[in-house]
């Protein structure tokens, strides 16, 4: 598992995962947004070059892609992302798409390495919200051609997403609190020694810590009952359940590392749920992001929500702009 201290640690470890999307694992949700973008690629002229800002895994870059076959020439994509990101390896069902995309991970987004006028589009999906914004902002126009367009999807502060956020942070953070991991740990040990040495001694530890790793399941089940969004619960406590039910097959000490990694990796998830909700926006600082691209050259900048297409919940922004064409008319 990848050094804690790594910059953005938790994407890391997120992105190292077949897994395209961070924030959209509702279809309905996705599928709202997904029209636009094609829209979006669709008016962007054939052989363009075009940049994902925060790109993840690519699930942006890749339906980019997906409108690029339609154009001839076909657009060139790039995707930078602070994270140690490597989609083609870790994302098997999209590797055709993702491999016309051209990644650049621990790159920030602050420090565009592109020479200025360089993209037709730059684009964003729930990510620039993450970064020094104004920096972001300045770089994303800076590298973006006169004439070129920008569209970029932010969280908001009272939209589903954040709250959904908010719940499984809030869940993250009771399971991390709790014994659970540290019960599981020493039943484990337990359990493999009762089976190895089989002594009366060995085999009466290990059916005295069993209660307590049950005691735990039945504690957080209670806390847990009258939640609806049970994703997060029931994957771990299923990955969690499934290592007792291992070890017949593997070392104590794989067992007990693998304890430790679920752990881990449930504190990056709860990182990244925190990170998610600090970033939200709300409708000041997306009107500031508005006023900034104004004052950056950028014309016909506008701001809407989004919403999922069933019951118009809010899902976030959609902030859009495009580079003045020509010095000319200024100096005119
Ligand atoms: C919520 S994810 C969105 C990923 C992707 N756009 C998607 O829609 O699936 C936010 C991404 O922004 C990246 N990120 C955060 N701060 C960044 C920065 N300063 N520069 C570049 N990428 C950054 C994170 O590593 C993460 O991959």
Known sequence: MESHNDSLWEWSVFWHSNQLHACMPVNEESDSLAPIWHNFFENVPAGSSILDLGTGNGSLAALAVEVS???????????VDLADIKPAKYVAY???LLSEVTFHPRTPMEKLPFQADTFDAVCSQFAIEYSTINKSLAEACRVLKPGGQLRFLLHAQ??????RCHQQYEQAQTILASELFTATSKLLIALSDAETLNTPQTIKTAENLILPVKAVFD???LLFSTVKERSLIDNLFAAVRNLLGLRKSYEPQVLTKMNEDIKLLLLAQSKRLQAMQKAALDETKVNEMAEQLRQLKIDNVSLELATTSADNHCMGY????????????EIL
């Open 318 to 329: 959609w902030l859009y702009g495009e580079k003045r064409k020509t010095m000319c008319k």
């Open 69 to 79: 076959h339609i154009k001839a020439p076909h657009f060139s994509i790039h995707g």
């Open 219 to 221: 504690e957080l089940e």
């Open 94 to 96: 999209a590797e055709r």
């Open 158 to 163: 009272d939209g589903i997403l954040r709250e």
